[in-house]
């Protein structure tokens, strides 16, 4: 017992001792939790409630348009765009923004539907008491929903039925409406029908007849249109696109460790009296983990393309502009090598560097979009992953395999991943070459 | 071993008036340390614990910038000219600096192709390197699977590789049987022989009187002493031996 209390508390001293790898210890799975949670809030609600931009185009301008905008308009999770730059969005230009992914849904309700859909309910009713049914030589009005062709399934069913009982509710006050306009018509009809009858036998009054299949009759819908894209995107192109960017990002942990352990035995000391550039090291070590990054992501596409087909999921396709994508998951490995190689020069000890380095990239996978899309997260969480750069990283390889994207549609996330790979870089290079900086001229 | 190229000098090691404190320190590590060193020389250099051995050898390998004072290895400025001026220095850390993954040849051959010798010349080199260590037979094993003993000698073996006019060996018998380190001490009188100058730390006093020209002590970052080990003890001669002289100077408080 006595050896086992001993290790216990040696152990326990040990770590108390170890404040930074404490604090990381309790901090960051803190930070995980808090993270975590409030990413998938709004996709654990039962409503699904999340704030979202929505284009929306009435080209109806009646009675049913404004209704329709106002209805939306004072749900708590959605914000009505119907202007851009001061213009009004045109069908067109609304879905080319869809497609690209800018906005995840566009509402457009038709012209002429408060009109067809007034004419329809006066018809459905003179047809109900009448016993008649134009009902197969009347279009169904409807509304139109166009929608981002990455917006998750559970989202759309959510929406469309959202938009289908309001519309719902509409259709029951335009029937009752409906409804009380023509029932005094029909007693009248009917009385005056009886009128020399008088004194009426109650038993040779005829009875209103209406036909009960009358109220579940519809009188408008709502539609999701199809994309305009040539390929519809897959769950095999947006799984293998997150999870590799996420795999990438792992490679933290190795090289973060690697370069801690350099520093602790004394092999970065004698590298450091090595008459080689100390960039010259970082470099050649960035090269061998980039080229492990790039085998990692090769080997989760071929996992895509012939692997998860065995299985009934489609072929993996990766868009059609290799030069981008090349150079897009070439640069999430950089940005991810540039976090490694930082992550090993600030971190003192080999437990912070692994603990900080995972939970930092789940985190940043998180609030990147890979484990919950980013328009379901609260605004504040949509705002904070601007600044992951597993989004940016995402979001470039998204783009180029479902959206056929090329160089220039993902030049802001080349951008910024550059820049966080320079940055990063700077900072290791300033923690490690401070006295390689002193060569010669 | 036979140093290509190498200018034909008489100083290998100048170094002047290197002070080094480090942030928050209210002293100096090192305060006016100056050395001066000729070919196959080996100058020991003594110390208790955080006198500033390895500051020493931190500043004259380059792995530390001086707060003033300057370094010239085989002519070269050190802080001026630092890739010139290491081609010519192997340093043998206090630590097994290697990585123990690897095989011993494996790290030899990545630190030969850090000093750009490949090919041939890399494969004659390993081989040479290890039979000086005494590691020819273990050359395809791990790092990680070796013995403290050949840990030390297959560092040592690194530093030998590219054929250095200069080695910084801190400590490199630390923790090693007598055997290991009997070895050890042959092949740097060997080396030395062969006009290697080396600069030796350590805390075994009877390893720098065998095997040093010159000792050096220092203590707090100061020099206390400097010359041959009998112009130490004939300058101190109610000293009997090394061990004596070191306490003497350098007191018998303990050090934290």
């Given at each position: 017992?006595?050896?086992?209390?001993?290790?216990?508390?040696?152990?326990?001293?040990?770590?108390?001792?170890?404040?930074?790898?404490?604090?990381?210890?309790?901090?960051?799975?803190?930070?995980?939790?808090?993270?975590?949670?409030?990413?998938?809030?709004?996709?654990?609600?039962?409503?699904?409630?999340?704030?979202?931009?929505?284009?929306?185009?009435?080209?109806?301008?009646?009675?049913?348009?404004?209704?329709?905008?106002?209805?939306?308009?004072a749900?708590?999770?959605?914000?009505?765009?119907?202007?851009?730059?001061?213009?009004?969005?045109?069908?067109?230009?609304?879905?080319?923004?869809?497609?690209?992914?800018?906005?995840q849904?566009?509402?457009?309700?038709?012209?002429?539907?408060?009109?067809?859909?007034r004419?329809?309910?006066?018809?459905?009713i003179?047809?109900?008491?009448?016993?008649?049914?134009r009902?197969?030589?009347?279009?169904?009005?409807?509304?139109?929903?166009?929608?981002?062709?990455?917006?998750?399934?559970?989202?759309?069913?959510?929406?469309?039925?959202?938009l289908?009982?309001?519309?719902?509710?509409?259709?029951?006050?335009?029937?009752?409406k409906?409804?009380?306009?023509?029932?005094?018509?029909?007693?009248?009809?009917?009385?005056?029908?009886?009128?020399?009858?008088?004194?009426?036998?109650?038993?040779?009054?005829?009875?209103?007849?209406?036909?009960?299949?009358w109220?579940?009759?519809?009188?408008?819908?709502?539609?999701?249109?199809?994309?305009?894209?040539?390929?519809?995107?897959?769950?095999?192109?947006?799984?293998?696109?997150?999870?590799?960017?996420?795999?990438?990002?792992?490679?933290?942990?190795?090289?973060?460790?690697?370069?801690?352990?350099?520093?602790?035995?004394?092999?970065l000391?004698?590298?450091?009296?090595?008459?080689?550039?100390?960039?010259?090291?970082?470099?050649?070590?960035?090269?061998?983990?980039?080229?492990?990054?790039?085998?990692?992501?090769?080997?989760?596409?071929?996992?895509?393309?012939?692997?998860?087909?065995?299985?009934?999921?489609?072929?993996?396709?990766?868009?059609?502009?290799?030069?981008?994508?090349?150079?897009?998951?070439?640069?999430?490995?950089?940005?991810?090598?540039?976090?490694?190689?930082?992550?090993?020069?600030?971190?003192?000890?080999?437990?912070?560097?692994?603990?900080?380095?995972?939970?930092?990239?789940?985190?940043?996978?998180?609030?990147?979009?890979?484990?919950?899309?980013?328009?379901?997260?609260?605004?504040?969480?949509?705002?904070?992953?601007?600044f992951?750069p597993?989004?940016w990283?995402?979001?470039?390889?998204?783009?180029?395999?479902?959206?056929?994207?090329?160089?220039?549609?993902?030049?802001?996330?080349?951008?910024?991943?550059?820049?966080?790979?320079?940055?990063?870089?700077?900072?290791?290079?300033?923690?490690?070459?401070?006295?390689?900086?002193?060569?010669?001229? | 071993?036979?140093?290509?190229?190498?200018?034909?000098?008489?100083?290998?090691?100048?170094?002047?008036?290197?002070?080094?404190?480090?942030?928050?320190?209210?002293?100096?590590?090192?305060?006016?340390?100056?050395?001066?060193?000729?070919?196959g020389?080996?100058?020991?250099?003594?110390?208790?614990?955080?006198?500033?051995?390895?500051?020493?050898?931190?500043?004259?390998?380059?792995?530390?910038?001086?707060?003033?004072?300057?370094?010239?290895?085989?002519?070269?400025d050190?802080?001026?000219?630092p890739?010139?001026?290491?081609?010519?220095?192997?340093?043998?850390?206090?630590?097994?600096?290697?990585?123990?993954?690897?095989?011993?040849?494996?790290?030899?051959?990545?630190?030969?192709?850090?000093?750009?010798?490949?090919?041939r010349?890399l494969?004659?080199?390993?081989?040479?390197?290890?039979?000086i260590?005494?590691?020819?037979?273990?050359?395809?094993?791990?790092?990680?699977?070796?013995?403290?003993?050949?840990?030390?000698?297959?560092?040592?073996?690194?530093?030998?590789?590219?054929?250095?006019?200069?080695?910084?060996?801190?400590?490199?018998?630390?923790?090693?049987?007598?055997?290991?380190?009997?070895?050890?001490?042959?092949?740097?009188?060997?080396?030395?022989?062969?006009?290697?100058?080396?600069?030796?730390?350590?805390?075994?006093?009877?390893?720098?009187?065998?095997?040093?020209?010159?000792?050096?002590?220092?203590?707090?970052?100061?020099?206390?002493?400097?010359?041959?080990?009998?112009?130490?003890?004939?300058?101190?001669?109610?000293?009997?031996?090394?061990?004596?002289?070191?306490?003497?100077?350098t007191?018998?408080?303990?050090?934290?």
């Amino acid at each position: 017992m006595q050896p086992f209390l001993a290790t216990l508390f040696k152990e326990l001293r040990l770590l108390y001792r170890d404040r930074s790898g404490l604090l990381v210890l309790f901090i960051m799975p803190a930070v995980l939790v808090v993270v975590v949670s409030l990413v998938q809030e709004n996709v654990l609600k039962a409503t699904g409630a999340a704030r979202m931009d929505i284009l929306f185009i009435d080209q109806d301008r009646q009675t049913f348009g404004k209704l329709i905008g106002e209805q939306l308009e004072a749900l708590d999770s959605v914000t009505l765009v119907t202007s851009l730059d001061g213009q009004v969005i045109d069908t067109d230009q609304a879905r080319v923004l869809v497609d690209k992914g800018r906005y995840q849904v566009c509402i457009v309700v038709p012209a002429g539907i408060t009109e067809a859909v007034r004419t329809r309910a006066v018809e459905q009713i003179s047809d109900a008491f009448s016993g008649g049914s134009r009902e197969a030589a009347l279009p169904l009005p409807y509304v139109s929903v166009y929608f981002d062709p990455l917006v998750q399934g559970a989202f759309r069913s959510s929406l469309l039925n959202a938009l289908k009982q309001m519309l719902l509710a509409m259709e029951m006050e335009i029937k009752a409406k409906a409804l009380t306009e023509s029932l005094p018509v029909q007693f009248q009809q009917t009385l005056s029908a009886l009128a020399d009858r008088i004194p009426l036998d109650p038993a040779t009054i005829p009875k209103v007849q209406m036909d009960p299949g009358w109220g579940s009759r519809r009188l408008m819908d709502v539609v999701a249109e199809q994309s305009r894209l040539k390929k519809l995107p897959t769950s095999v192109q947006q799984n293998v696109s997150a999870w590799s960017v996420f795999g990438i990002f792992f490679i933290v942990l190795p090289l973060g460790g690697a370069i801690i352990r350099e520093r602790k035995d004394g092999t970065l000391a004698r590298l450091r009296t090595l008459p080689v550039p100390y960039i010259t090291l970082l470099v050649g070590k960035l090269g061998a983990y980039v080229i492990v990054c790039w085998v990692q992501f090769l080997f989760i596409v071929l996992m895509g393309k012939a692997g998860l087909p065995l299985l009934g999921t489609p072929v993996l396709s990766l868009g059609s502009d290799t030069t981008a994508l090349i150079v897009t998951v070439t640069m999430v490995a950089l940005a991810a090598c540039g976090y490694g190689l930082m992550l090993g020069t600030l971190a003192r000890t080999l437990e912070q560097a692994t603990m900080f380095g995972a939970v930092s990239v789940v985190c940043a996978a998180a609030l990147g979009g890979i484990m919950v899309p980013v328009y379901v997260m609260p605004p504040v969480m949509q705002t904070i992953s601007l600044f992951s750069p597993l989004a940016w990283g995402l979001n470039a390889l998204v783009e180029i395999s479902v959206r056929e994207g090329t160089l220039g549609s993902v030049q802001h996330e080349l951008l910024y991943l550059t820049a966080f790979f320079a940055v990063t870089m700077a900072i290791a290079w300033t923690r490690f070459g401070r006295f390689d900086r002193q060569s010669e001229t | 071993m036979t140093h290509p190229e190498s200018p034909p000098l008489t100083t290998i090691l100048w170094a002047e008036g290197l002070t080094k404190t480090y942030p928050h320190a209210r002293t100096p590590a090192l305060a006016s340390f100056s050395l001066s060193m000729g070919p196959g020389e080996i100058v020991g250099l003594l110390g208790p614990n955080g006198a500033g051995k390895t500051t020493a050898i931190s500043l004259l390998t380059g792995l530390l910038a001086p707060d003033s004072g300057s370094v010239h290895i085989c002519g070269a400025d050190l802080f001026k000219y630092p890739r010139k001026a290491r081609q010519w220095i192997g340093l043998v850390p206090q630590h097994i600096a290697l990585y123990p993954s690897l095989t011993a040849a494996e790290n030899l051959s990545y630190f030969g192709r850090m000093y750009r010798i490949n090919g041939r010349e890399l494969k004659d080199r390993i081989k040479a390197c290890l039979e000086i260590v005494g590691l020819s037979n273990s050359a395809h094993g791990r790092i990680g699977a070796f013995s403290g003993g050949m840990k030390r000698r297959a560092n040592l073996a690194i530093a030998l590789l590219h054929q250095p006019r200069l080695l910084f060996l801190d400590e490199p018998t630390a923790g090693v049987d007598p055997q290991s380190r009997n070895m050890i001490l042959d092949r740097l009188i060997e080396l030395s022989r062969s006009g290697v100058s080396m600069l030796y730390t350590t805390h075994y006093i009877e390893e720098a009187e065998k095997i040093c020209s010159r000792i050096a002590v220092i203590d707090e970052g100061r020099t206390l002493a400097h010359g041959s080990p009998g112009e130490l003890t004939q300058a101190h001669p109610d000293c009997n031996d090394l061990g004596q002289l070191f306490l003497r100077l350098t007191g018998k408080d303990l050090r934290d």
